[in-house]
């Protein structure tokens, strides 16, 4: 078997809309209800009721397609995929098919090699999610929970582009990162709103017919993503190198097993009947509406990035970290925005963001967590500001810093009163510490001939001892410049 | 009649009310809307056994909403436009706490939860819901034949049908079991039966009355029209219907007119489009009373212009591939699941065959092949979007024919009721649709309105069609040649109104 044979990989993804109500009623979206809580004659399927579509969902699915450069359609349609499972209550479920809301978009990622590739992305439309069916086996039987059908999804469609799992698993992190970033999806894969099916071929080296693919479910992790398309591509490897011919179907991933196993071969695939809703007239969109989604769209990671290392002199990996999360970025923003603001603009953009960017990530990254777009933060941009605007002055030392820094998140006080009622203003003032010096200088002669005779380190004894006559507040690189001034005999 | 002679007219005569004057005399105090509602509920009981046109009759709960109107005017509040008027439901709109069957074994016994957008107008406008009207199952039928609960019989004569598929609405209301009644239109559901029970029916444009909580056969054709004794009693009823509901995405945000404000108005200098092929192709006694309208016509200042449909001949053909296509994915969510009829097997895929087969009637169960044959792949193109095309030829046609005239003038069938099992072949069951469903297909306005009597003594239909949302005139029509012919509202005989 030539080991050359090439990967192909396309995504489809399933991410959830963060609107209030569902795709087609009033109906809440909110997740971990009570089973049924949330449902009402449309998201039930009861006989006589009908669809409308939440304007909200479409303003949502138009700003991710133009997040990632899609053409969004003036003029698309709601059609009907017609199945019967116990998890539809209609009997079919609202998507799009020939005219879809969004077109021809792509995605950026890094490859293996530290290069870029771009990833087309074929369309982009809406539908509604399906219940969620939970199989008792001790009871025999299955129970159906309609609190997430009718829940507003678009489907990401790539084209066949990515060559690799790990090149899979970067266009999956950075697409979930841009729809978080503007707002569209809270990127929760455990709570199921980020969802991904992958279909996977490979090809002899040169070769421009793709192979027979199939399609791999349940693959709702970053990990097992990459585990699945591994597992699958060795597969395929290995049936050809036996003579064998890769059947289309569609597999599942066991995680528990380590292995994708059949789930569906073609010919039993469904006939979906698509056809035009008849219920929903077709979705116009005025090219004045897609300016105005256009307008509103929030600054992209990949586009944070770049400015982050150009204006606010951060490294690229420091960078990807603080755009890791909008909370994050955010937070991080506003501190800098804070910190120059408070400085009265007496401080260089590129040093305010160097020293926001490294305290962040030595002292507050620890206590930062997120749930999807929720995130916590130990404290407020405007209150870690304050502290680094006192460090910057001077006032505090690095060390003090983050002494005040744990005092404010026990206590929620500001940086400034910490610093006050502990006493430990650092003592800057060059004549008070001149005076101290002085004295310990006098006082030790013997130290003082010991320096002058070669001995350096003692310059420690005298540091230790102003320190302890500052009870530690003395500026300590002052003190180390007037004690080698005065010990040089100047 | 004078209004003196009308108060002192006994209970026998209270059928033969306007609907607006029944509300008029409930809202005055001079009926009570308990004795007018017993008088009905005592003429379903007695005749209603022949005429199978009701349901289910829900006595108590009518009588409590009578009584609610009665305390209300008691109490000096002010009434609807329908106060104490006694109606029926054609038996697939949604009626929250009282059953709601399709005229289905599959839906047997099913209590929505809710009530459709129309039955919310009704009730707010203070009507009386005496009960559910019988229907083909489904809707899918011209005879009321298809009901799994057996058939209606049409009340000018039992061995014939009342037509359909609202045939209950229309037999009920013909022999006064109801004051008037709701039906649903998809291909000529309520005009076909009025015409052939001697009522009045309008099939408003498509748009023009919310499909919130009609059980949807196909959903681009379905309106919800009224049943009455004349265009009057019609035209009030749909002023009550009529109008935009936000949760009915094709119902249209439009103002509604006074419709019954029309009735009384001069057509004079309307433009009558007459489709000559149409009338020649009829039963002769029903051609004779559409030419004797049309001589009406004239006599009321109506200029008559020949007008052609070119296409209208194809509107069998793709109508039977539009509808049940729709039908096919409507009737999908029938499974057993969670409402409803539920034949439990071994596994699902059995447990879906078996609740279907035996919930569905042969003639659901037909038009669901048909339908998602027609959207299967391999087919979609050659069936269902060729279908697409006609339909938007016919739509074109009917364009066309309203830049020469106000209205369209058509029989509304071939034939006056015929008998019981006289089509059993579908086909020629579905011929019976031919002038009902190029309007329907089009989206326009029509009404059905009876224009004499035809073939042994039965009443003949004549059907006008207007532009979408033309209502207005088309009523302002009916309404004066009703009065010009002079041969309304017709009555069958022995269902004049003695309790």
Not at chain 1, 110 to 119: D, F, H, K, M, S
Not at chain 1, 367 to 380: H, K, N, Q
Not at chain 2, 11 to 31: F, K, N, P
Not at chain 2, 215 to 235: M, N
């Amino acid at each position: 078997m030539n080991a050359s044979y090439e990967t192909v990989i396309g995504l489809e993804v399933h991410a959830q809309l963060r609107t209030h109500s569902k795709l087609f009623c009033g109906c809440s979206t909110q997740f971990g209800a009570p089973p049924n809580a949330h449902t009402c004659p449309t998201c039930l399927g009861l006989p006589g009721s009908l669809p409308v579509p939440n304007a909200a969902a479409i303003e949502l699915a138009m700003r991710a397609a133009l997040a990632v450069g899609c053409e969004v359609r003036e003029r698309s349609v709601f059609e009907r995929k017609n199945y019967f499972y116990p998890d539809l209550a209609k009997g079919y479920q609202i998507s799009q098919y020939a005219l879809p809301l969004n077109v021809a978009g792509k995605l950026e990622v890094e490859t293996e090699a530290g290069g870029r590739r771009v990833i087309g992305i074929t369309r982009i439309h809406l539908e509604e999610d399906a219940a969620k069916n939970l199989h008792s086996s001790a009871a025999a039987q299955t129970l159906v929970d309609f609190n997430r059908a009718g829940v507003a999804l678009i489907e990401i469609v790539s084209e066949p582009d990515l060559r690799s799992s790990a090149e899979a698993e970067q266009y999956l992190r950075n697409l979930r990162e841009i729809l978080m970033a503007v707002g569209v999806n809270d990127g929760n894969l455990e709570e199921g709103s980020f969802r991904c099916d992958a279909n996977v071929s490979i090809r002899a080296p040169g070769a421009t017919e793709l192979g027979t693919r199939t399609e791999l479910k349940n693959i709702n992790s970053f990990r097992f993503v990459r585990k699945a398309i591994d597992y699958e591509a060795a597969r395929h490897h290995a049936v050809i190198a036996g003579g064998g011919k890769i059947v289309q179907e569609t597999r599942l991933w066991d995680d528990a097993q380590g292995k994708t196993v059949p789930m569906r071969s073609k010919e039993e695939a469904m006939d979906y009947r698509y056809f035009p809703d008849p219920d929903l007239p077709p979705i116009v969109v005025s090219a004045a509406q897609i300016e105005a989604a256009a307008g509103v769209l929030p600054e992209l990671p990949a586009t944070k990035r770049a400015r982050y290392v150009a204006e606010l002199g951060l490294t690229a990996a420091d960078a990807g970290v603080l755009t890791s999360h909008p909370a994050l970025s955010g937070f991080f923003e506003a501190t800098v925005e804070e910190l120059s603001s408070r400085l009265g603009g007496r401080i260089e953009p590129a040093r305010a963001g160097k020293r926001a960017a490294n305290f962040i990530q030595a002292e507050v990254l620890r206590d930062f967590s997120a749930d999807g777009l929720e995130a916590s933060l130990p404290l407020s941009a405007a209150a870690l500001s304050e502290l680094l605007a006192l460090l910057e002055a001077g006032s505090i030392s690095g060390k003090m810093a983050k002494g005040v820094l744990a005092e404010m998140i026990a206590s929620g006080k500001p940086a400034a009163k910490i610093v006050e009622e502990q006493g430990l203003s650092q003592v800057s003032d060059s004549a008070l510490i001149e005076e101290v010096v002085r004295k310990v200088v006098d006082g030790s002669p013997d130290n003082v001939a010991a320096y002058r005779a070669g001995k350096q380190n003692v310059v420690g004894w005298f540091v230790g001892q102003v320190m302890k006559e500052t009870r530690g507040q003395a500026n300590p690189r002052m003190v180390n410049e007037l004690l080698r001034k005065l010990l040089e005999g100047e | 009649m004078s209004e003196a002679t009308k108060s002192a007219l006994s209970s026998v005569s209270w059928t033969e009310l306007s609907i607006a004057e029944q509300a008029a005399r409930v809202s005055r105090g001079e009926l009570s809307a308990v004795e007018l509602c017993r008088h009905y509920l005592t003429r379903i009981e007695r005749l209603d056994v022949a005429l199978r046109s009701f349901l289910h009759v829900d006595a108590e709960g009518a009588l409590a909403q009578a009584a609610a109107v009665d305390a209300a005017r008691a109490a000096g509040e002010a009434l609807g436009p329908l106060a104490g008027v006694p109606l029926s439901l054609k038996d697939n709109l949604c009626t929250r706490g009282l059953a709601t069957s399709c005229a289905s074994r599959i839906l047997e016994g099913y209590i929505p939860p809710y009530d459709a957008h129309v039955v919310e107008r009704l009730r707010e406008a203070g009507a009386v819901i005496l009960g559910k009207s019988n229907l083909d199952e489904f809707a899918m039928g011209s005879s009321t034949e298809n009901s799994a609960f057996g058939a209606s019989k049409n009340p000018w004569d039992p061995k014939r049908v009342p037509g359909g598929s609202s045939g209950g609405s229309a037999a009920a209301t013909a022999a006064r079991l109801a004051a008037a009644s709701l039906g649903s239109d998809t291909g000529g559901s309520v005009r076909q039966p009025a015409a052939y029970c001697g009522v009045t029916a309008i099939k408003p444009s498509y748009g023009r009355v919310s499909r919130y909580g009609l059980v949807a056969f196909a959903s681009s054709l379905d309106q919800v029209g009224p049943i009455a004794r004349d265009v009057a009693d019609a035209a009030t009823l749909l002023g009550v219907i009529a109008g935009h509901d936000r949760r009915d995405a094709t119902s249209v945000e439009r103002e509604v007119p006074d419709y019954a404000a029309e009735c009384g108005r001069d057509p004079k200098g309307l433009r009558v489009g007459v489709v000559r092929e149409a009338i020649e192709g009829c039963e002769a006694s029903v051609r004779a009373a559409i030419e004797t309208a049309m001589e009406a016509l004239s006599g009321l200042g109506c200029e008559l212009v020949e007008v052609e449909l070119p296409n209208a001949s194809h509107s069998i053909a793709a109508y039977y591939i539009i509808a049940p296509a729709e039908a096919s994915s409507n009737l999908a969510r029938f499974d057993g699941m969670r409402y409803g009829l539920r034949v439990a097997a071994d596994d699902l895929a059995a447990t879906y065959r078996k609740t279907r087969s035996q919930g569905f009637g042969a003639e659901v169960r037909r038009r669901i092949m048909l339908g998602t044959y027609a959207l299967s792949a391999g087919y979609f193109d050659a069936y269902y979007l060729k279908a697409q095309r006609v339909r938007t030829r016919i739509r074109q046609d009917f364009d066309a024919a309203f830049e020469r005239c106000d209205l369209l003038l058509t029989p509304t069938a071939p034939t006056v009721a015929f008998e019981s099992g006289a089509h059993a072949d579908p086909l020629s069951m579905y011929k019976q649709d031919i002038f009902t469903l190029p309007a329907s297909l089009a989206g326009v306005a029509a009404l059905s309105m009876p224009c004499g009597l035809g073939e042994a003594g039965l009443p003949v239909g004549l059907q006008l069609s207007a532009p979408a949302f033309e209502e207005a005139p088309m009523i302002r029509m009916a309404h004066a040649l009703e009065r010009q012919l002079g041969v309304l509202p017709l009555t069958p005989p022995g269902y004049g109104g003695e309790a």
